[in-house]
């Protein structure tokens, strides 16, 4: 096309469909023909991959950040086909397979198979990756096995599981730990202790789950409005807040695993403190979560203020076991526990600010 002064200094970006995630094939320049119409010219490569010829219809979606997708219209309407992967090891720790295969699950991979033709697993290696798609694969099937290969499909599909309740519920069940396991401290019950430890599969898997849909918006930004998006800047800030709830339920974990030897040397006034101080991070925690819902700065602003003070009585109850006259082995147990405190109520401050980051308006 000549050039003419109708030419206007403004690009349209053409992501590559087939992929999902944009690819970059360049930039075109805007051009007025007439009194109202504009026109962009695409990348020839693309056209004949596409097997377009002049007149041939194509499909114009605007996304969600604004950029536009431009297919063929059969293509638009014709299903997706499932991502697969082979994931071949020689390593025989099960542990360094099961790794690569969550972050297959993760990277939205929807068929994941495990080559085992050139490994020998360690023993109980097969059952280590049962285990593994059972209590963190939400929605993962063994739909195949055999002596050389393990394959499994992800049958679960991201909306009937929205975000916004994964996420509840993931800080839901990790306040509700943390709640029990200060109850627990306050009656000694050491079953109690042993139920949350076992609870904390609950929440891991929940948080793949939802690093697996993040990905999934990245790969598909047309997605972002069924997540209650506004652009793909929020998956970030939505990874940070699911990464720090997977945590504060680790920390309750771990409080629970070291404090369970020691219940029956701790007296009754030092575990009361204790249950106090875990119950004030907790809730800091979960009104924190609260304020990523409803958007609310001035609550989320309490919130990290409030959390501040939890640090300091925290701070506190350290200093004052390490001058107290418990045995070592309590001591060091009971270091960890008060230590968890405290990082709970930092992640509580930490998503607090992550509302600041979503809600800048």
């Not at 080559?115 to 939400?138: F, H, Q, Y």
């Not at 701790?266 to 249950?275: G, S």
């Not at 958007?295 to 506190?316: F, M, P, Q, W, Y």
Request: glycine share 6%; hydrophobic share 40%; net charge neutral.
């Amino acid at each position: 096309m000549p050039y003419c002064d109708n030419i206007y200094t403004t690009y349209l970006y053409i992501p590559q469909y087939s992929q999902g995630r944009g690819v970059s094939l360049g930039t075109r320049r805007v051009q007025k023909v007439g009194k109202s119409t504009y026109t962009v010219s695409l990348p020839h490569d693309w056209v004949k991959a596409k097997n377009l010829t002049p007149k041939t219809e194509v499909d114009v979606q605007t996304l969600q950040d604004g950029s536009l997708r431009v297919n063929t219209p059969d293509a638009v309407g014709a299903p997706v086909k499932a991502k697969e992967i082979v994931i071949s090891v020689k390593d025989p720790d099960a542990g360094f397979l099961i790794r690569k295969a969550l972050s297959a699950y993760i990277a939205n991979y929807d068929i994941i198979k495990l080559d085992l033709s050139r490994v020998s697993l360690e023993p109980g290696g097969k059952a280590k990756i049962r285990r593994t798609i059972k209590n963190k694969m939400a929605g993962g099937e063994i739909v195949e096995e055999s002596v050389n290969q393990i394959t499994i499909q992800i049958l679960l599909k991201p909306a009937e599981f929205p975000l916004d309740k994964l996420l509840l519920r993931m800080a839901t069940m990790a306040f509700d730990m943390a709640m029990d396991v200060g109850g627990a401290m306050r009656s000694g019950d050491k079953n109690v202790f042993i139920d949350v430890i076992s609870r904390d599969e609950d929440v891991d898997k929940l948080y793949f789950m939802a690093s697996r849909w993040l990905t999934n918006m990245l790969d598909d930004q047309s997605a972002l409005k069924g997540y209650g998006m506004k652009d793909a800047n929020d998956c970030l800030e939505y990874r940070m807040a699911c990464r720090n709830i997977e945590r504060v339920a680790d920390h309750v974990c771990t409080m629970s695993e070291k404090y369970l030897p020691v219940v029956d040397e701790v007296p009754k006034e030092l575990a009361r403190k204790y249950a106090e101080a875990l119950e004030s991070a907790a809730s800091v925690f979960i009104r924190s979560v609260n304020c990523l819902q409803s958007g609310s700065l001035a609550e989320a602003n309490k919130a990290i203020h409030d959390s501040r003070h939890v640090l300091t009585h925290v701070g506190e109850l350290m200093e004052a076991l390490v001058k107290s006259d418990l045995s070592i082995t309590a001591v060091s147990s009971l270091v960890v526990v008060v230590g968890s405190m405290r990082r709970i109520a930092e992640y509580g401050i930490g998503i607090s600010e992550l509302v600041f980051n979503l809600y800048p308006d």
